[in-house]
């Protein structure tokens, strides 16, 4: 067996040591778990409930937020993470974008960048579905900074940074959109941040990764198809354990009502639920149809809240989990998932506590109140 051969083996056997260590024993820390926040903010708006439960978790001194960054660029996914982060009283939280790659503009595959000067226009407009976060900006002036993710930091200095800063082993990322930064994190060279390269780097000071991520048990997921050498890259150099919560746990997990139909003005997070739920005579009107596109009568498929709760709350009580490998495949975007009970290096999450209930844990996390900020 070569040195290389021997080093896999090794990290393979080292990585799934920590997965069963770390499935059931973060969550009882006393200590806050430090998370950084990857969102796409572009088109679904799964991504404003996560960011949603995050700051709700912080407020309980459950975590603490490092850095809250778009994986898309050219946008106003930056300005929109921006919004919700003052909302919550925590308008100084570092932010960043990626530059030079990944989705850009206002939907993937999209050809332009968004103008942040352009009038707002209707929401039928061909947008993409990044209307909301453009009505975001228009309906909370002065609560951002970057109106177009381009003006942003750049995604791996703010990632840098905020690792760099911190004890060993000490950090949970939770990525909720395309995996562009975490491949271009592990590719940054040494700096005057930090004498280590970007593997190195994420394996000092990253206890954890957890990727809102993949199609089970194979297809092609929203997040992982749009940067799909990103994501293969990431998924197999990654050097810490991963956990996904991947397309089929969240599809059916329904979230969100109850946000829509807080009885509260001048929130960022009611104002983009409602704004985007089908009421409730809809769905009753033809229920398969909304089904079909992950609605239901308690909302939205709760795919990126339920990331936050793994990230910060760990495992137990809510999930089960699968030992195994995702691994992107062919060159179209096409993932699988492989079972492997002893030397899998990822662990994906299935259903222990019924869904509706852990859907109930995540709607009374979206409508706390924020403990601070929230002024308009």
Known sequence: MNTVSKCMKHRIALVGSLLL???????????????????????????????????????????????????????????????????????????GAPKGMGVMGAHPGAKTKVDPSAPLGEKSGNDGGHYKYRKLLADYPGWYRHADSDDAPDANETYRRALAAQPDGSVVICSVGFITNMRRLLETKPDDISPLDGKALVAKKVKLWVAMACQYPSGREYNSKWDAESSRIAFSQWPTPVIFSD?????????????????????????????????????????????????????????????????VRGIDPYFNTERGTYRMVG?????????????????????????????????ELMTRKPLRGGIR
């Open 21 to 95: 260590s770390l499935a059931f024993a973060w969550s009882s820390s006393a200590e806050p778990v430090k998370v950084i926040f990857d969102t796409d903010m572009i088109t679904d708006f799964d991504d404003v409930g996560a960011l949603a439960c995050l700051h709700a978790l912080a407020d309980a001194g459950e975590c603490e937020i490092l850095a809250t960054i778009s994986s898309t660029r050219g946008n106003a996914s930056v300005g929109a993470v921006e919004v919700i982060n003052h909302y919550y009283g925590r308008p100084d939280i570092p932010v």
């Open 247 to 311: 397309a089929k746990y969240g599809c059916d997990c329904f979230a969100g009502r109850a946000v829509a139909e807080m009885a509260v003005e001048h929130s960022p997070v009611k104002d983009v639920f409602a704004g985007n739920i089908p009421s409730r005579e809809e769905i009753r009107s033809d229920s398969a149809k909304w089904l079909q596109r992950c609605f239901g009568m308690g909302g939205r498929a709760a795919w990126d809240e339920t990331a936050v709760l793994v990230a």
């Open 331 to 363: 060159s179209n975007g096409d993932d699988e998932w492989a079972p492997d009970a002893e030397n899998g290096p990822h662990l994906r999450i299935t259903e222990r506590m019924p869904k509706v209930e852990v859907a109930r844990v995540i709607d």
